[in-house]
């Protein structure tokens, strides 16, 4: 048991080198849970590391986790800090970003202080600086804090107001915001408006503005030589600061929401699924599912979207296959499903997004990377390529049959032979549809009534955007054959086009919605046998049999073939089984 807590006195005692970037967080026994998890994504990308234990239980734990602990930091010498909550998930390493390689930031290499942002504006963020003239305030989950005497005196007058900050709503946060505005002690709440007035002139005098300034004016003006270094063409901007008794230039910037992840533009805007750009960190913020007892909901929000990394102990019967490839086998049943109701109604099925829990290589990976180079920067699980997961030749066809069309052509029948392949779209291209309206004027919803109805058609679902416009509900019955599902989507069609406007264009003149939305779900319990079963196992085998050399690094058993050769990988996923044949070929009961 730890009786005391070490205290670091010198930067060499500090894990990591001397100029190496270190990362620190804070913790008491409270948050255990989301300091775990913090702790098990900084290990993953091997960052410097140490925890500001509380507590002397927060002190035994980071001992059993790995990670160094410390009861409070002095001076760190010429080392930029990353200090970031526990309720924040690093994705990548953030060092080209503070260092000021990454294009577009090169200012924030002369940045005193960096700090995230509560800003849920893409477009502000980007315009503003980081949404730097909204009043919002400014987020102390991930900072950046350069080692010099005007940061130390910043921190040193944060660490003042924080003691007393807890009283009529302020908090350390916004004891920060206000103290990065040049504001006073207790500006919210605990001052008069004759206080305020007052200091605002102290703080005219001490910044030497003139007495007509007001007081937005005062907030930081943008730099244009950074701590005497001059203004990088294409660089976001840093602001110079006057605050009065500790910098009269206090050189701060504000990264990047696109970087460092709030937990609105993450869980609930999804900015990185519009821009594609993976955030650096997540923080969980915006959320209302926590309790005393436990962060329940941002772990949940971690969860959903894979970035939890502590071990469930309800899950580790499951963990002997790894996680990627039941996530894989799952994947591939759910489009098995699909792509046979696709045949059934002769239908080209558009693919949903594709994620993956470890990248795809010919060789052995590390911790589900391809090896140390790649560790650091890799993003699990991460929105992964085609290719990572299914044949995509295989959808296109056998050999002969692709050589008869033109070059890279695909099938276009969803119900020809399994030697012609399946039609399909990526998500990419039902995202381009976005502004082709007549595509969306002509669309309905496919669902099971699972009462034997063959339609509904009269609801027409919520209208969020032209994605989300899916158009009247088309009720067809639940477990029924291929045969009556292309009878009552016949049937459901002929009223639904008796339901439609007169067309706009000659495109949604058709008998038939020119787009179906179904949820993979919906599309197995629609489909209860197949006329063609046989059929539907060649065509799967075509389009979902792949040969993966799944090998971690971590995986060290001995595997022989029958021929005693020693078999260095685990081969492929399970081939999704096709549905039932049904008792005749005309659509009759599941065998």
């Given at each position: ?41 900084v290990q993953r990308l ?40 526990v309720d924040v998930a ?251 109701l696709g045949r059934a ?247």
């Amino acid at each position: 048991m730890i009786s005391a807590l070490k205290v670091t006195v010198a930067a060499v005692l500090l894990p990591g080198q001397r100029d190496s970037i270190l990362h620190v967080t804070f913790a008491s026994s409270s948050v255990t849970e989301l300091l775990h998890n913090w702790a098990l994504h900084v290990q993953r990308l091997r960052f410097a590391a140490v925890v500001a234990a509380i507590d002397l239980e927060t002190a035994a734990f980071c001992e059993e986790l790995g990670v160094d602990a410390v009861a409070y930091l002095l001076r760190l010498g010429q080392r930029p800090v990353v200090v970031s909550d526990v309720d924040v998930a690093w994705l990548s390493d953030p060092t080209p970003m503070v260092r000021g390689t990454l294009p577009g930031l090169a200012d924030f290499a002369h940045a005193d202080l960096l700090a995230s942002s509560d800003c849920v504006s893409a477009e502000w963020d980007v315009e503003d600086d980081g949404c730097f003239h909204t009043l919002i305030d400014r987020n102390t989950g991930v900072l950046v804090v350069r080692p010099n005497d005007k940061s130390a005196a910043f921190l040193g007058e944060w660490a003042e107001r924080t003691a007393g900050a807890f009283q009529a709503w302020e908090t350390d946060q916004t004891a920060f915001d206000d103290l990065l505005r040049g504001r006073r002690r207790g500006h919210r709440r605990a001052s008069t408006e004759a206080e305020r007035e007052a200091w605002l002139q102290r703080k005219k005098d001490y910044c030497g503005l003139p007495p007509t300034t007001s007081e937005e004016s005062t907030m930081g003006q943008r730099s244009l030589r950074p701590n005497g270094v001059p203004h990088a063409t294409g660089s976001r901007y840093l602001y110079d600061v006057c605050i009065p008794g500790v910098s009269r230039a206090f050189t701060f910037g504000i990264m990047p929401v696109s970087l460092v992840a709030n937990g609105h533009t993450f869980f609930v805007q999804q900015l990185q699924t519009q821009t594609g750009v993976q955030p650096m960190a997540v923080h969980a913020t915006y959320q209302f599912g926590d309790l005393a007892d436990c962060a329940f909901g941002k772990r949940e929000r971690f969860r959903e979207w894979g970035l939890w990394r502590v071990p469930d102990d309800s899950l580790l019967a499951s963990l002997a296959v790894p996680e990627h490839v039941e996530h894989v086998n799952a994947l591939l049943r759910r489009l098995a499903a699909g792509v046979a109701l696709g045949r059934a109604l002769n239908r080209t099925v558009v693919l949903p997004r594709l994620y993956c829990y470890c990248d795809r290589y010919w060789a052995r990976l590390t911790e589900c990377t391809i090896g140390r180079q790649a560790l650091p920067t890799q993003p699990l699980p991460f929105r992964c390529p085609m290719d990572h997961l299914l044949p995509i030749g295989g959808w296109h066809g056998a050999e002969a049959n692709r050589l008869a069309r033109p070059r890279c052509a695909g099938p276009t029948r969803p119900d020809g032979p399994p030697e012609e392949g399946f039609p399909y779209r990526t998500a990419a291209w039902l995202e381009r549809l976005r502004e082709s309206a007549p595509f969306f004027v002509s669309s309905a919803t496919v669902r099971p009534d699972g009462g034997g109805r063959s339609d509904s058609a009269t609801s027409r679902g919520p209208r969020h955007g032209a994605l989300l416009a899916h158009g009247h509900t088309i009720s067809l019955p639940a477990g029924a054959s291929d045969v009556r599902l292309r009878e009552a989507f016949r049937e459901a069609a002929g009223r639904w086009s008796r339901r439609q406007p007169p067309p706009a264009v000659p495109l949604a003149a058709s008998r038939e919605p020119t787009l179906l939305h179904v949820s993979l779900e919906d599309a197995a319990s629609l489909l209860g046998c197949t006329s063609e079963q046989p059929v539907l196992a060649t065509l799967f085998q075509r389009l979902f049999s792949t040969r993966w050399c799944y090998r971690p690094e971590e995986m060290t058993e001995v595997r022989k073939t029958a021929n005693g050769t020693v078999d260095v990988c685990v081969w492929g996923f399970e081939l999704p089984a096709p549905p039932k044949q049904c008792a005749s070929n005309a659509g009759g009961a599941p065998l």
